[in-house]
C-alpha cells in the first residue's frame, strides 16, 4: 500500500491587506461597505447565502481570503449563514464589541479586518460556538 505523504511546510505568512476608505468604497458594493467597513448587519433571512447548500468554500467578499467550508456551515434559524468553525485557526479573528449596550464577541476576516458578524457559544457539537456571518460579508465559491 502507497503510503500518504502530508506536506509539513509552513505555509507562507499571509500579507494583510490595506486599502483606504477610498479604495474600500470603490471595491465594495454600498451594502457591503455598510456590512464589512462600517460593522453593519443586513436584516435577517435578507442575505443570499443564508439558504446556500451547495459544497464549496466561503471567501471574504472584500479580500477573497478563505474563511469557512461548506461542511462547517448549519442552519442555526437565526437568519444568518452560520458556520461552526473557520476553515483554519487564524482566518477570522475575534474582538470584544460592547455596541448596542450588549456584550458580543465580533469576528473580522484576519486577512484584511473586515467585518463579518458574531460569534456566540451557543452552536453544535464539536465546538460548540456559532459564528454568526452576514451573507453580504461572503463571497461563495462553489465546488
Not at 500518504?4 to 474600500?24: F, G, I, L, N
Not at 456566540?120 to 452576514?134: A, E, L
Request: charged share 20%; glycine share 6%; proline share 8%.
Amino acid at each position: 500500500m502507497a503510503q500518504q505523504m502530508t506536506d509539513t511546510t509552513p505555509a507562507a505568512p499571509r500579507q494583510k491587506v490595506h486599502k483606504t476608505e477610498a479604495e474600500w468604497r470603490e471595491l465594495l458594493t454600498p451594502d457591503q461597505f455598510h456590512v464589512m467597513r462600517e460593522k453593519g448587519t443586513e436584516p435577517p433571512f435578507t442575505g443570499t447565502l443564508v439558504n446556500n447548500h451547495a459544497d464549496g468554500v466561503y471567501r471574504c467578499a472584500a479580500c477573497q481570503a478563505p474563511l469557512f467550508a461548506s461542511d462547517k456551515k448549519f442552519d442555526s434559524g437565526s437568519g444568518w449563514p452560520s458556520f461552526w468553525l473557520p476553515v483554519s485557526p487564524d482566518a477570522v479573528e475575534a474582538h470584544e464589541d460592547n455596541a448596542l449596550g450588549m456584550r458580543r464577541v465580533e469576528v473580522t476576516c484576519a486577512n484584511c479586518g473586515a467585518h463579518l458578524g458574531h460569534v456566540f457559544p451557543d452552536g453544535p457539537r464539536p465546538t460548540g460556538m456559532r459564528y454568526c456571518v452576514n451573507s453580504a460579508s461572503l463571497a461563495f465559491e462553489k465546488k
